[in-house]
């Protein structure tokens, strides 16, 4: 659907939104020692980023960069080898638009580029390679060319549809020429978002700062943030105090593609750490319609739990079929018979199965025998556990929400 189309079909159902062409968000991936972290300097100093204002530390996993003649912005994540998409691919979306893939030219393809390289394949992820360290002698491009070949990435240089470019992150060669290669692919991508509504986020790093203040980093995906919005964490709500740009500089309003920092909430569960999604609901919004919000707060802390469930299932997948076994307890024998079906799946990357049931409660035998064997426990509309165990214990009360979960974990 093009964009006109697109802006057309949402008009007819959301009169009064409006559109906003978002930030491109781009992943910075390769094996360890290959430069990654060298470019990332780079594109910082490019910025001449200064030290921010109070008290909140330079160093982040995400922040922007300007192609200066353009005025163009895009959002850098830094990806720890490739921890960041793991837990995106969770809830089927794919948080980087574009993935930067770091090749050290003097050594070529290595065991974590070839998992980058898988990974972004299965999440449809467009790459633009960097050959790095072209200064070194012995450098060779060429051969990289023929070594990416053989995982499945065609580079145009060799006829294929992949854009490459030799760079040396250290000395800064060819790197405005990587991030306008980097420009190009993200042009033919929609960007356009709604920025009306629910804010939806995603959460990069909770830490105190100086004054002991609770500073969240995230990720705006869609709607906008402001200070005074509520924010609905799993378990609590609470405004934002501050809007904060990533360098530290007050900010109005947190846009859509943009990474923010904000003083609150003061109260986080265990559940949420980087990669996981939070919510705010405009100021205007929660002053005008009390009642409303009520409702809407408990839609949202729902969601997440929902997320953070399907979180605790999933599994990244290695190279290869791997076999992944559950036990379940259920209130019912139909029930039963409904998560044997449900469980029994079979892809390409992974095989399920249910290796033991009982209703309304499991054994310590039982609980023993999944331990293990490394099984995942399910319990469906039954009393928690009577005994203590390390196996993996998930637990619904709703069908659907387990469907949605075991769909988006395992039937990809």
């Not at 980023?49 to 912005?73: C, L, P, R, W, Y």
């Amino acid at each position: 659907m093009n964009v006109i189309c697109r802006r057309i079909l949402l008009n007819s159902y959301l009169p009064q939104c409006r559109f906003y062409v978002r930030s491109p968000i781009i992943g910075v991936l390769g094996h360890v020692d290959h430069g990654k972290t060298t470019l990332i300097d780079s594109l910082r100093s490019t910025d001449n980023v200064s030290q921010e204002a109070g008290g909140i530390t330079q160093q982040n996993s995400i922040f922007q960069h300007t192609i200066k003649e353009d005025n163009f912005k895009f959002t850098i994540v830094d990806t720890p080898g490739h921890a960041a998409f793991s837990k995106m691919r969770v809830t089927g979306t794919v948080l980087t638009d574009v993935a930067i893939l770091v090749v050290d030219a003097a050594e070529g393809v290595k065991p974590q580029t070839r998992e980058c390289i898988q990974l972004l394949k299965d999440n449809d992820v467009p790459i633009v390679v960097a050959f790095n360290k072209i200064d070194l002698p012995k450098s060779n491009v060429d051969l990289c060319h023929e070594m990416l070949f053989e995982e499945g990435v065609e580079t145009e240089q060799i006829g294929g549809n992949t854009p490459s470019v030799p760079i040396s992150a250290l000395l800064g060669t060819n790197v405005p020429q990587l991030m306008q290669t980097v420009k190009s692919v993200t042009d033919t991508l929609d960007l356009e978002v709604v920025t009306q509504g629910v804010m939806e986020g995603v959460i990069f790093d909770i830490k105190p700062d100086k004054r002991k203040q609770i500073v969240t980093t995230l990720l705006v995906r869609k709607g906008c943030i402001s200070k005074g919005d509520t924010i609905v964490t799993d378990t609590h709500t609470s405004n934002v105090r501050e809007l904060l740009s990533i360098e530290g500089g007050r900010l109005t309003v947190g846009m859509p593609g943009m990474p923010v920092k904000m003083l609150g909430p003061q109260q986080f569960s265990g559940n949420l750490a980087m990669g996981s999604t939070i919510y705010s609901i405009p100021k205007a919004k929660r002053i005008s319609k009390k009642k409303e919000n009520v409702a809407l707060i408990s839609k949202l802390q729902n969601r997440i739990l929902d997320i953070v469930k399907e979180e605790k299932i999933y599994k990244s997948l290695p190279h290869g079929k791997k076999k992944v076994s559950f036990m379940i307890c259920t209130d019912s024998k139909s029930t039963l018979e409904i998560l044997h079906q449900m469980l029994d799946i079979e892809t390409d990357e992974v095989v399920v199965s249910v290796f033991s049931s009982s209703i309304k409660f499991l054994t310590a035998e039982q609980i023993k025998i999944a331990e293990t064997i490394d099984a995942q426990i399910i319990l469906f509309n039954v009393m928690a556990l009577e005994f203590e165990t390390t196996a993996l214990v998930h637990h619904f009360d709703i069908i659907y929400h387990l469907a949605a979960a075991i769909n988006s974990c395992y039937r990809r």
